[in-house]
């Protein structure tokens, strides 16, 4: 940095450190893990692990001060009670594969900085997603953006053999039109509206830790569409591996919890004061709450809320 006419701070503050580096994903950077008939999910690259999430909570220099445990502790307190800034602290970069339908409802979470294949500039590959016979289904009485029964298994080899037949006649289509020997010698620009949304497209997706989580409890879902879903769970896996203990308080805190209504607390507090005339004493609720996995702290939160007219805390 001298050559740049740079002068460090001295100190023990200011001390040199390491790029905070995840043993787990440094062993898996670049590799590509398949989803759907063509696509993929890899890691380009990430900053941070749960260090730096501690490290910024506690606002200090440094990492390793405190214990495991401790770090542990924090990281589920915050998550617990929604901090958000901590958890920015950490960004990933995916190369990912997918399908055009895919990309679009994909393109719905904005916080992130998305680069996409461009079919202005280059050509695109002739490869489209066709759905497995056993995921093709009528649409859903009750719910007016999912499926419902599955179709027969004659119909399901109508619906592929008719979605391949488009997608190829539309490429051969696209392929003419972009024909530098032929009539046409169409720009690319125009050419690519013809292709089907079921062609694969390409991009580098950069999003923060708090971001990923809020886009994993929608698309690792049960509601959610089958397809990006696929892609969730590739994505799951990989944030086991880089934030595990940020997963385990995801799974607790956020995935799995319920919030509850202001209705709804009315009836739960009904069903708490019937159980409590009943003879449910606090010690009791204690010892279920810890059972169950809740710490010291959390549990007496919980029996407070149990015993008393204040509102339950709730993930």
């Known amino acids: 940095m001298k050559d ?15 790029r905070v580096s995840s043993p787990q994903m440094d062993d898996i950077l670049g590799l590509g893990w398949p989803v759907l008939d063509h696509g993929f999910v890899r890691v380009v690259d990430y900053m941070g692990n ?45 190369h990912i594969k997918l399908p055009i339908f895919i990309a679009r409802q994909w393109i719905r979470h904005r ?15 002739n490869e489209f997603y066709l759905p497995a016979p056993e995921h093709i289904a009528t ?15 004659e119909v399901a080899q109508d619906v592929i053999d008719l979605l391949r037949a488009d997608a190829e006649r539309n ?8 024909n530098p020997d032929g009539d046409k010698q169409l720009a690319r620009e125009l050419a690519r509206i013809n292709l ?7 991009w580098y997706w950069k999003i923060d830790l708090h971001n990923l989580l ?31 203990s940020v997963h385990e308080a995801w799974e607790d805190y956020a995935f799995h919890a319920h919030t509850f209504s202001r209705q709804e607390m009315g009836v739960v507090r009904l069903i708490t004061d019937i159980a409590v005339k009943a003879g449910l004493t606090r010690p009791e609720v204690l010892n279920m709450a810890q059972e ?24």
């Not at 901590?86 to 960004?91: L, V």
Request: hydrophobic share 40%; net charge positive; aromatic share 10%.
């Open 171 to 178: 490429f051969k289509n696209y392929e003419d039109m972009i």
């Open 292 to 315: 169950h996995g809740l710490s010291g702290r959390e549990a007496r939160i919980f029996a407070d809320a149990v015993f008393s007219d204040q509102k339950m805390v709730t993930a």
């Open 111 to 125: 916080m992130a900085s998305v680069n996409e294949y461009s079919a202005r500039y280059s050509i695109l590959a």
């Open 50 to 94: 749960e260090g730096a999430i501690v490290q910024a909570a506690r606002v200090s220099y440094g990492i390793g001060t405190q214990s495991v445990s401790e770090d542990r502790g924090l990281l589920r307190y915050l998550m617990r009670h929604r901090h958000s800034s901590p958890f920015e602290m950490c960004e990933i970069k995916f």
């Open 196 to 202: 089907t949304l079921n062609t694969y497209t390409e």
């Open 214 to 244: 809020h886009f994993l409890r929608l698309r690792v879902d049960g509601h959610a569409q089958f397809e990006i879903r696929a892609y969730a769970e590739v994505i799951l896996k990989i944030l086991m591996a880089w934030v595990p």
């Open 4 to 18: 740049l006419g740079l002068t460090p701070i001295q100190g023990e503050k200011f001390a040199h450190q390491a």
């Open 139 to 153: 649409q859903s009485k009750s719910n007016k953006q999912g499926r419902g029964e599955m179709v027969t298994p």
